[in-house]
């Protein structure tokens, strides 16, 4: 067990730690079992095997009854929710912000520090019963005064985190280290069903990096053996899965079958799913790499697919189909930055609207005014617009696979990757997970891309647009540049962050996720 702070007792009770050690005896070999599927379906994708919609699963797409249960109590509405971590003030500040929902993150936004962890899951158990308050170090406090709060969605971690401050025996007397998903699941329901329900909300999760019908499987058991556990009617709980892998886009509608009796909706989670593209497609040639970041936006062949499927899927089944976040951000101190931001985020959540999502997701309150105002001119009094068949979208695999965006890679953009990756990473040692970096939400999912898309460069001999060659040299070059580019300070992590980057980005092999050997070097005690 992890250190215990003030008010840590609260959280790990006896009661508490009881169920995960239920939900860990009953459900931590299956989770294995599917992550051993990933790594099988990973190294398919890259020895020339493309993903497509199933076979053996044929007849549940062509079963047109089933229906998800929809959405639960205060969550009809769902045209903006806002992200963020789940810090005392980034809590009071999503509860005050006038967002229909409030995506508590306990995965991308934020570090998995045991603190973050711990503390995380006591804002959550103040916030939900109106006690929450914090103070700054300048004396600041802050409390919730909204008279109508957001409904909480909360994000666990996904399946291949795991959480070394909390160990787990198996039958076999193997020590092992806990399930993040489990451990962030099991705390936040264990502690706050009963009051949820009582206050006319319910315990509500979004899913992340789902990337099988299997995997939803795992949850939807996890969800009805949970609701037994604590007595409460089955299909109490209500999920949103994000669709943010390659595999799952492939496994909408079985995702969907799979979770129906829990499920809320799906996500088009944008960054993540970029990721996921290039981790997949790393080692299959020139036609698999994407250009600059900045080139691989919403409207370009694959996505469009991708997003369009996605809610023609979600509505034919009763599902909400819930958007992605722009990362463009205001800055309080610069009116024309905000201006441009308020401007690309307007156009961003039109598209979404107009193709027919019932809601969107800011990273940012002053944001939710201009997300609101284009999902209310589509909407109007509707409170989601499910209804609304998207017959007319027809995708294919191949539309799915359509990479070619006909853009170059620049020296800036091999630049701006490496700066990012690195101010990222230095962020999340010191235990922050959603950082401004020159006027863009960055978290871990796009410190994700910018990390891939240079070892992807790197190994398939790529050229910037002035003819630079993409070398490890190279990179090193522009390691050392960021580093001397960088405002230093005492406590910084900016060596061990270019550590981290050079690992992931520049190494012989691809770590899946840059985060797992990252959080066991360094945040895992």
């Given at each position: 067990?992890?250190?215990?702070?003030?008010?840590?007792?609260?959280?790990?009770?006896?009661e508490?730690?009881a169920?995960?050690?239920a939900?860990?005896?009953?459900?931590?070999?299956?989770?294995?079992?599917r992550?051993?599927?990933?790594?099988r379906?990973?190294?398919?994708?890259?020895?020339?095997?493309?993903?497509?919609?199933r076979?053996?699963?044929?007849?549940?797409?062509?079963?047109?009854?089933?229906r998800?249960?929809?959405?639960?109590?205060?969550?009809?509405?769902?045209?903006?929710?806002?992200t963020?971590?789940?810090?005392?003030?980034?809590?009071?500040?999503a509860?005050?912000?006038?967002?229909?929902?409030?995506?508590?993150?306990?995965?991308?936004?934020?570090?998995?520090?045991?603190?973050?962890?711990?503390?995380?899951?006591?804002?959550?158990?103040?916030?939900?019963?109106?006690?929450?308050?914090?103070?700054?170090?300048?004396?600041?406090?802050?409390?919730?005064?909204?008279?109508?709060?957001?409904?909480?969605v909360?994000?666990?971690r996904?399946?291949?985190?795991?959480?070394?401050?909390?160990?787990?025996?198996?039958?076999?007397?193997?020590?092992?280290?806990?399930?993040?998903?489990?451990?962030?699941?099991g705390?936040?329901?264990?502690?706050?069903?009963?009051?949820?329900?009582a206050?006319?909300?319910?315990p509500?999760?979004y899913?992340?990096?789902?990337?099988?019908?299997?995997?939803?499987?795992?949850?939807?058991?996890?969800?009805t053996f949970?609701?037994e556990?604590?007595?409460?009617?089955?299909?109490?709980?209500?999920?949103t899965?994000?669709?943010?892998?390659?595999?799952?886009?492939?496994?909408?509608e079985?995702?969907?079958?799979?979770?129906?009796?829990?499920?809320?909706?799906?996500?088009?989670?944008?960054?993540?799913?970029?990721?996921?593209?290039?981790k997949?497609y790393?080692?299959?040639?020139?036609?698999?790499?994407l250009p600059?970041?900045?080139?691989?936006?919403m409207?370009v062949p694959?996505?469009?697919?991708?997003?369009e499927?996605?809610?023609?899927?979600?509505?034919?089944?009763?599902?909400?189909a819930?958007?992605g976040?722009?990362?463009?951000?205001?800055?309080?101190?610069?009116?024309?930055?905000?201006?441009?931001?308020?401007?690309?985020?307007?156009?961003?959540k039109?598209?979404?609207?107009?193709?027919?999502?019932?809601?969107?997701?800011?990273a940012?309150?002053?944001?939710?005014?201009?997300?609101?105002?284009?999902?209310?001119?589509?909407l109007?009094?509707?409170?989601?617009?499910?209804?609304?068949?998207?017959?007319?979208?027809?995708?294919?695999?191949?539309?799915?696979?359509?990479?070619?965006?006909?853009?170059?890679?620049?020296?800036?953009g091999?630049?701006?990757?490496?700066?990012v990756?690195?101010?990222?990473?230095?962020?999340?040692l010191?235990?922050?997970?959603a950082?401004?970096?020159?006027?863009l939400?960055?978290?871990?999912?796009?410190?994700e891309i910018?990390?891939s898309?240079?070892?992807?460069?790197?190994?398939?001999?790529?050229?910037?647009?002035?003819?630079?060659?993409?070398?490890?040299?190279?990179i090193?070059?522009?390691?050392?540049?960021?580093?001397?580019?960088?405002?230093?300070?005492?406590?910084?992590?900016?060596?061990?962050?270019?550590?981290?980057?050079?690992?992931?980005?520049?190494?012989?092999?691809?770590?899946?996720?840059?985060t797992?050997?990252?959080?066991?070097?360094?945040l895992?005690?």
């Open positions: 067990m992890g250190h215990v702070g003030p008010r840590y007792d609260e959280i790990l009770t006896p508490a730690i169920f995960l050690a939900l860990h005896h009953r459900f931590a070999g299956r989770r294995h079992d992550l051993a599927d990933r790594m379906r990973r190294f398919e994708i890259g020895n020339g095997q493309d993903p497509h919609f076979h053996d699963t044929a007849h549940i797409r062509e079963d047109p009854e089933w998800v249960a929809g959405a639960g109590p205060g969550l009809e509405d769902r045209r903006v929710e806002i963020g971590p789940t810090d005392p003030k980034m809590t009071i500040n509860l005050n912000s006038g967002a229909k929902v409030w995506l508590a993150d306990q995965e991308d936004a934020t570090s998995p520090t045991w603190q973050n962890v711990i503390e995380g899951q006591l804002s959550l158990y103040d916030g939900i019963r109106g006690r929450l308050t914090f103070t700054n170090e300048a004396g600041k406090e802050y409390r919730v005064t909204a008279e109508q709060t957001p409904t909480i909360m994000r666990p996904g399946w291949h985190l795991v959480e070394e401050h909390i160990r787990f025996t198996d039958r076999l007397s193997r020590s092992m280290a806990a399930s993040g998903s489990l451990v962030d699941f705390l936040y329901f264990f502690h706050n069903a009963a009051e949820l329900i206050r006319g909300r319910g509500y999760f899913i992340a990096k789902l990337e099988s019908a299997e995997e939803a499987k795992l949850w939807d058991d996890v969800f949970s609701e556990y604590v007595g409460i009617p089955h299909g109490t709980i209500r999920a899965v994000l669709i943010e892998t390659l595999p799952a886009a492939f496994e909408m079985e995702i969907l079958f799979e979770l129906r009796e829990h499920c809320a909706g799906l996500n088009a989670g944008r960054w993540d799913y970029i990721f996921s593209i290039i997949n790393r080692g299959r040639g020139a036609r698999f790499v600059d970041r900045s080139e691989v936006t409207t694959f996505m469009r697919a991708y997003t499927l996605l809610v023609k899927t979600c509505h034919k089944r009763g599902a909400f819930i958007g976040m722009s990362a463009f951000i205001p800055n309080r101190r610069d009116p024309e930055m905000t201006q441009r931001a308020v401007e690309k985020v307007a156009a961003d039109k598209r979404e609207a107009t193709d027919g999502f019932d809601g969107t997701w800011v940012h309150p002053d944001l939710i005014p201009t997300a609101q105002a284009e999902f209310d001119a589509v109007g009094e509707r409170p989601n617009q499910v209804a609304r068949q998207r017959d007319d979208v027809h995708v294919s695999a191949a539309d799915l696979l359509d990479l070619q965006i006909g853009r170059p890679i620049t020296a800036k091999v630049h701006d990757n490496v700066s990756g690195i101010r990222y990473i230095e962020a999340w010191r235990g922050l997970g950082v401004a970096i020159d006027g939400m960055e978290d871990a999912a796009t410190a910018s990390r898309q240079i070892w992807q460069w790197i190994h398939q001999d790529r050229t910037t647009e002035d003819g630079t060659a993409i070398t490890r040299e190279y090193e070059e522009l390691i050392g540049e960021v580093l001397e580019e960088a405002d230093r300070f005492d406590g910084d992590r900016f060596d061990e962050a270019a550590g981290i980057f050079r690992d992931v980005a520049t190494g012989e092999e691809f770590p899946a996720f840059l797992l050997g990252a959080y066991a070097r360094y895992a005690d």
